[in-house]
């Protein structure tokens, strides 16, 4: 088939555009394969190849064409030493572009700066220019140990992957600029080097927490000489893990005033909105922002595409698409067979084992040697496994690669031409993020979205102005939380004792806390300071990560090898008795979690499906802060304690996703205290809805599993970051009420931007409802997969009829 009979739609940045829906289908017809011949393959006629003489094109509801740009180059600054100019032009680049130029000025004038542009935009080197220059005139001073630098990623890929960008710069300016890495990965001979003499390091917030800050009389020289600090991917710093890394910022600036040195903050983010202000919060100081990208761009051609229905049915009869899991592992195999070097981004560790491994069968069906330039990537691994990825990606020795978003931050992998997006990620701004992983020197490259069977991909693939023509959305973080808080003020006693005047540095609320930290005995006053007086080291008190209770070891019985591990708050979710996991493509079967030796024993084993696990979830309200009324309908923020316990697992079918059973489990309860937004309506609202006692339990829990589905299209955070629990008569307001939480002790922000947001949070949610093609609910628009009742009871119609009844009475 001709590619413009796809429906396309082109514009320059982020313009409106109207959209053509797609009408047609040509019958489904395997075809053979031979390797591409020719000239390089353009994005539209590799999108071509996917869905010719096959029903495929059916499946693209819409594609995107983003034209190229034209590059605008400056001059480097007077102040930026020669010799790395010279070390600069040797890697090929003559000139900078203007944003590069301007963080440079700003970064010498020790103005703290974010630089908030494109992926492959050079934002590295708009940092590495000013901070090799300054190393250089360290390297000058006469004694001591000259200037330092520290750069941190929240991915130890990315740390890696600089390392090797900054030492092919720095190769022609000698000894003068010594970079290293200093992660869990790095070899206790080597941490000793690093400490006395390297002065770039390189390292992520979890080392800074946990080795750096509480050993800082170790890293003395290094810290009293610190002059830039480089934040990299900070958009990535969002949420509970966002916060938590603000506070281990404020603890190094402490640190770092107490040596004499007060280091510049260069940030590099993805476009994101509000990036000045963004940053300010994530390291408490006044942050100048660069928007403008003025580096080239390719074109970009990014689809959306919709898994087709398939024969069976779900739960309650529902009607069941293909999974995008499945979807994407064959789009990789075409891929990887016509010879397109793609990475599949996947949202699950589990989920990008199954793409490699489906991905993997079928290229051995056609030609065995190509099985093996395929491989998952994920966190998890050992630390020699994702070394040996990385290289055989950087080489490409590897065709295909299905990652989690381990690799969406900013690795510089040349040559990828396609990305496919399994699910959407959690933000429009990662959605760009991943999409740019292709194309990254300037060629052309191909992005799709494939659409996952639940609400909020299918009302982006049917309403593509929610991705094209919305700005990217700004960080949410709030590090005044005080189960943020809290441990990070014992963190910075244990480090030097705490004085009053220091509070003001950790934020409004850390006066407040101080005295609650005296009452159970984690900070001792002696005069004006507070002390930590525990043998206990206080950075283990909070994993910055947002877990709780460290880390769970996946061990395979009978060897006792140690396969990798999961942090100990999912274990309940993701390695259950019963639970199929899987590493380097190989799968085990869960025989036993043992929550007192944080050991999960797992057995090889091949079942033919897959398990996710089921929760029940109770919620109390401790204290309301804010009432809005809705007509007679309320809607609610306050502090809630939610009680929820994994109760059983589902058995899928793989590839299809077909439900095979159930098992029961018996997992202790957790709480958690966190913050709500909630609903209300009243019994004069139901009856004019005509919602009877019958159908209000089906109405409001399918209302609240939408409105889940459809907050990240709101706030910065993933359907998995969230939860919600729908009452017919809750004891606390005596109403039908809908809650929708944070899944972070304290909370995560995410309800609060819920209801600030709410009227067009749930005006997307009931539009999500009504444009579904089912008749009484579906994964694509009321089911969830996460519930733990078996998705019942559900009222499609019912839920329409409340929201709309709902939506009446909200503030304009």
Same mark, same amino acid.
């Given at each position: ?549 460290? %880390? ?51 057995? %090889? ?208």
């Amino acid at each position: 088939m001709a590619f413009n009979h796809l429906p396309v739609c082109v514009h320059d940045g982020f313009g409106p555009f109207s959209v053509t829906p797609v009408t047609h289908s040509v019958p489904m017809a395997r075809k053979e394969y031979e390797p591409s011949k020719g000239p390089d393959p353009t994005p539209r006629s590799v999108l071509e190849r996917l869905v010719t003489g096959t029903d495929r094109a059916a499946r693209i509801t819409h594609t995107e064409h983003v034209p190229p740009r034209r590059g605008r180059n400056a001059n480097w600054p007077d102040e930026i030493r020669p010799e790395v100019i010279e070390a600069i032009r040797a890697g090929g680049i003559d000139r900078p572009w203007e944003h590069q130029t301007r963080m440079a000025e700003l970064a010498l004038r020790g103005e703290s700066t974010v630089v908030a542009t494109g992926t492959a935009s050079g934002k590295s080197l708009a940092y590495l220019a000013p901070t090799l220059s300054a190393l250089l005139d360290g390297a000058e001073r006469p004694g001591g140990r000259g200037a330092t630098a520290l750069y941190l990623a929240p991915t130890k890929a990315l740390a890696a992957d600089q390392l090797r960008a900054t030492k092919a710069l720095a190769k022609p300016l000698g000894d003068a600029v010594r970079p290293a890495v200093y992660d869990g990965d790095t070899p206790v001979e080597e941490r000793e080097w690093v400490r006395a003499y390297a002065n770039h390091v390189l390292t992520n917030p979890d080392m800074l927490h946990r080795a750096i800050l509480p050993s800082h009389p170790r890293w003395a020289s290094f810290l009293r000489a610190l002059r830039f600090v480089v934040v990299d991917e900070c958009h990535s710093y969002r949420g509970v893990f966002g916060s938590h890394v603000a506070q281990v910022l404020r603890r190094l600036r402490r640190l770092c005033a107490r040596y004499g040195s007060h280091p510049t903050f260069l940030l590099a983010s993805a476009t994101v909105a509000e990036p000045g202000a963004s940053a300010e919060r994530l390291t408490g100081l006044p942050v100048r922002e660069i928007t403008e990208d003025a580096s080239p761009r390719g074109e970009l051609v990014f689809a959306l595409w919709e898994p087709p229905l398939t024969e069976m049915e779900g739960e309650q009869g529902a009607p069941v698409r293909r999974t995008a899991t499945a979807e994407a592992a064959d789009l990789l195999t075409d891929l990887v067979l016509h010879q397109v070097r793609t990475v599949a981004f996947v949202r699950s560790r589990r989920g990008a084992e199954l793409v490699s491994l489906i991905a993997q069968d079928r290229l051995a069906a056609v030609d065995r040697g190509l099985s093996g330039r395929v491989a998952a990537y994920r966190g998890g691994y050992l630390p020699e496994e994702r070394r040996a990825l990385e290289r055989a990606l950087h080489s490409g020795e590897l065709l295909g690669l299905s990652a989690t978003n381990a690799l969406e931050l900013g690795m510089d992998v040349a040559g990828l031409e396609a990305v496919l997006i399994t699910g959407y990620p959690g933000t429009r701004a990662s959605i760009w993020q991943q999409a740019g992983r292709a194309g990254r020197q300037g060629q052309q490259a191909l992005a799709v979205l494939v659409a996952r069977d639940d609400p909020l991909d299918t009302y982006l693939v049917h309403h593509p102005e929610a991705i094209f023509s919305r700005p990217v959305e700004s960080t949410v973080l709030d590090p005044d939380n005080p189960y943020v808080l809290a441990p990070h003020l014992c963190a910075a006693a244990s480090e030097i004792p705490l004085s009053e005047e220091d509070l003001s540095l950790f934020g409004r609320t850390a006066s407040e806390l101080m005295p609650q930290l005296e009452r159970r005995r984690l900070l001792r006053r002696r005069g004006a300071n507070w002390y930590w007086t525990s043998r206990q080291r206080a950075v283990d008190l909070t994993d910055i990560r947002g877990g709780e209770g460290g %880390q769970i070891q996946v061990v395979e019985e009978g060897t006792g090898r140690l396969l990798g591990t999961v942090d100990a708050e999912s274990a309940h979710r993701s390695v259950h008795q019963g639970a199929v996991h899987l590493h380097q493509g190989r799968t085990y079967v869960v025989s036993e979690l043992d929550l007192e030796d944080s050991a999960a024993l797992v057995r %090889q084993e091949s079942p033919p499906w897959t398990t996710m696990a089921r929760e029940t979830t109770a919620v109390s309200i401790l204290e309301t802060d804010t009432t809005v009324p809705w007509g007679e309908a309320q809607l609610c923020f306050g502090s809630v304690e939610v009680t929820h316990q994994v109760v059983s697992y589902l058995r899928r079918r793989l590839v299809s996703g077909e439900v095979l059973g159930e098992t029961k489990l018996d997992l202790p309860p957790r709480s958690l205290r966190t913050r709500a937004v909630w609903w209300t309506v009243s019994e004069d609202q139901l009856e004019e809805a005509g919602i009877d006692h019958r159908t209000l339990p089906g109405a409001l829990h399918a209302a609240e599993h939408a409105s889940i589905g459809i907050l990240p299209l709101y706030a910065t955070c993933d359907r998995w970051d969230i939860g919600g629990v729908s009452v017919p008569l809750h004891g606390d307001t005596l109403l039908p009420t809908v809650f929708v939480y944070d899944g972070h002790p304290g909370g995560a922000g995410f309800a609060e931007r819920a209801f600030h947001s709410a009227r067009a949070w749930l005006d997307a949610t009931r539009e999500a409802i009504a444009s579904c093609e089912c008749d009484s609910g579906c994964p694509s628009c009321v089911q969830s997969p996460k519930c733990g009742n078996g998705n019942e009871p559900l009222h499609k119609r019912g839920a329409l009829r409340l929201l709309g009844h709902l939506l009446r009475g909200a503030p304009r």
